[in-house]
């Protein structure tokens, strides 16, 4: 048996048994559970045989509404997730990659087995009258509690208010109807997965809102001794979707920011094979704002991502990173 691959991606070259049953464990909000069921039919489509069953977990970060800094920050969406796999509860877990922490390893005896086709990275703004973001007057309020969000809308629309609002999108989708706020700033792959992309007012470029490290990755997560079922599911995986967040992921280690660090950026895998990487640090009243851009030419996706996160780290973002409260 032999094993290969990069960036916490184990993928085993041999043949080997099927499973017959795979329980899939997932946050139980609406949109992780649309999510499985993406897994769920990709797994069918190459495994008719195959039957599956969901484990939904209920994590901290959903049960949690407050500061997610005092709640261990984005790994308070994944810790009950991967204890139920440690503890063979179920076989394989789907993740936003987004929300796994990259500044420390993956839980020792788990690993990542394939990255799905990513989906799209961009935000979207949700208005109840249709507004564009360059339309919204001043002091309309915009629920969103991403600090990369709110330092770049600070940036670039100071005259708008940014107003706390956590929850899974279709409780944000409620408060919005509620009147807790006049507009929303949502992940567009979010609304489409969950069936509502109808909401959507405009889709915002990356240029305009950047997007998280991670963005629009699903993630499938085994046990590492797992060996019949790693293989089975890493034909599930995409080379280019693999490439560009092995390179985000490692520039986010590099980088060792925090649940309120205003980070953002992506990879893209070009056509032609050719692999880039933006990113971006800034202060969260968004009046600093660190850039890197760089090719991978002849590197590999995780030299790129430690390439841009160094020069990063020489403009000072160590400085601005460390200097944020969390």
């Given amino acids: 048996m032999r ?14 048994a099927v499973p017959e049953l795979i329980r899939i464990v997932s946050r139980d909000s609406p949109m992780a559970l649309a999510q499985v069921e993406r897994v769920r039919a990709e797994l069918t489509a190459l495994y008719p045989q195959v039957r599956t069953a969901v484990v939904p977990v209920r994590t901290t970060g959903d049960k949690w509404l407050g500061d997610l800094s005092q709640v261990e920050g984005k790994g308070a969406f994944t ?6 796999l440690l503890a063979g509860h179920a076989d394989l877990a789907v993740h936003c990659v987004k929300d796994v922490p990259a500044d420390r390893p993956l839980p020792a005896g788990t690993v990542f087995a394939a990255f799905l086709k990513r989906d799209d990275i961009r935000d979207a703004l949700v208005h109840p009258g249709g507004l564009t973001l360059d339309a919204l007057p001043a002091g309309t309020r915009v629920g969103t509690s991403a600090v990369r969000r709110v330092a770049q809308l600070a940036a670039t629309h100071p005259h708008l208010e940014c107003v706390p609002f956590r929850g899974n999108a279709n409780r944000r989708l409620a408060k919005l109807a509620a009147g807790e706020a006049d507009a929303l700033l949502l992940a567009v792959s979010g609304l489409q997965r969950i069936g509502r992309a109808d909401m959507i007012s405009e889709v915002l470029s990356p240029e305009t809102i950047m997007p998280p490290i991670g963005a629009g990755i699903l993630a499938l997560q085994c046990r590492e001794d797992d060996a019949d079922l790693i293989d089975a599911v890493s034909g599930l995986g ?41 990113a971006c640090v800034f202060t969260p009243d968004g009046k600093t704002r660190l850039n890197a851009h760089e090719w991978a030419g002849p590197l590999d996706p995780a030299t790129l991502g430690t390439s841009v996160a160094v020069s990063l780290l020489r403009q000072g973002a160590r400085e601005i990173i460390d200097g944020i409260p969390h």
């Fill in 3 to 16: 094993a290969g691959g990069r960036g916490g991606v184990r993928v085993y070259r041999v043949s080997m």
């Fill in 79 to 84: 810790k009950e997730v991967d204890a139920a």
């Fill in 238 to 278: 995409d080379p280019d979707t693999h490439r560009e967040a092995t390179a985000e992921r490692m520039f986010l280690h590099v980088l060792q920011g925090h649940c309120n660090s205003p980070i953002a950026g992506y990879a893209r895998a070009e056509r032609n094979g050719e692999l880039s990487l933006r």
